[in-house]
């Protein structure tokens, strides 16, 4: 059984900056693409970035060049940096887990809120 919790969001202004983590607890975490999705009000929850094992990673369009997804597999731990933040970036943000032998988003945290004032 995998768990997951979120930290770091908060409320923010326009071209702030946020650091969310994500700690993973359960066996064998090199198995696991981690991804963070975002769910703003009225709209589908969407894939924010996800990254391998390995380190491969990919960034939504909405967010290249903004944030910064990273692991670190000794510590069972995801980080996304998120800079220059903008009002539409307001949302819940999940963590999530892909066990690669399935290649299905089975685990989900509880979601923290990242709130980004005009």
């Known amino acids: 059984q995998v768990e997951l919790a979120e930290s770091g969001g908060g409320l923010v202004q326009a071209g702030a900056s946020l650091r969310l983590s994500c700690s993973f607890l359960?066996?064998?975490?090199?198995?696991?693409?981690m991804g963070w999705f975002r769910q703003a009000p009225g709209k589908e929850r969407e894939l924010v970035a996800q990254?391998?094992?390995?380190?491969?990673?990919y960034d939504a369009d909405s967010v290249k060049g903004r944030f910064t997804l990273s692991r670190d597999n000794a510590k069972n731990m995801v980080y996304l940096q998120m800079n220059s933040l903008k009002p539409e970036d307001t949302g819940i943000y999940y963590c999530?887990?892909?066990?690669?032998?399935?290649?299905?988003?089975?685990?989900w945290g509880q979601g923290t809120q990242v709130t980004v004032s005009s």
């Open positions: 359960g066996p064998t975490f090199s198995w696991y693409v």
């Open positions: 990254i391998t094992p390995g380190g491969s990673i």
């Open positions: 999530a887990a892909q066990d690669m032998r399935t290649s299905i988003y089975d685990y």
